[in-house]
Nanobody, 124 residues
Framework: QVQLVESGGGLVQAGTSLRLSCAAS????????MGWFRQAPGKQREWVAA???????LYTDSVKGRFTISRDNAKNTLYLQMNSLKPEDTAVYYC??????????????????WGQGTQVTVSS
């Protein structure tokens, strides 16, 4: 099972940016579809963005145009660049790996591994 460790969260003001990183313990993440989820207090965990092994990206509507998911296979690292942050982006963000190379991790059922999460807090 792939071990995932997120970093880069913090407390920021609305309108600013953060970049989250996720280091994977796998020998290589090249063949994995990966993604980001988030969970706000009192709410269900929701999918944010996903990227295929080939680099195809997908985003939930609320972050399109503001967030960018990317990967550096040489560093075994997944990223989430978050721009124009809003208070409603406040949540714990989780890095994920898909159960299958045939689907992107866009639902909790499709996830094989979760990181421990990193807190992002956006003040107004």
């Amino acid at each position: 099972q792939v071990q995932l460790v997120e970093s880069g969260g913090g407390l920021v003001q609305a309108g600013t940016s953060l970049r989250l990183s996720c280091a994977a313990s796998a020998r290589a993440i090249t063949s994995y579809n990966m993604g980001w989820f988030r969970q706000a207090p009192g709410k269900q965990r929701e999918w944010v963005a996903a990227i295929s092994s080939g680099g195809r990206t997908l985003y939930t509507d609320s972050v399109k145009g503001r967030f960018t998911i990317s990967r550096d296979n040489a560093k075994n690292t997944l990223y989430l660049q978050m721009n124009s942050l809003k208070p409603e982006d406040t949540a714990v963000y989780y890095c994920t790996v898909s159960r299958s190379g045939l689907v992107l991790p866009t639902t909790t059922d499709s996830v094989a591994s979760w990181g421990q999460g990193t807190q992002v807090t956006v003040s107004s």
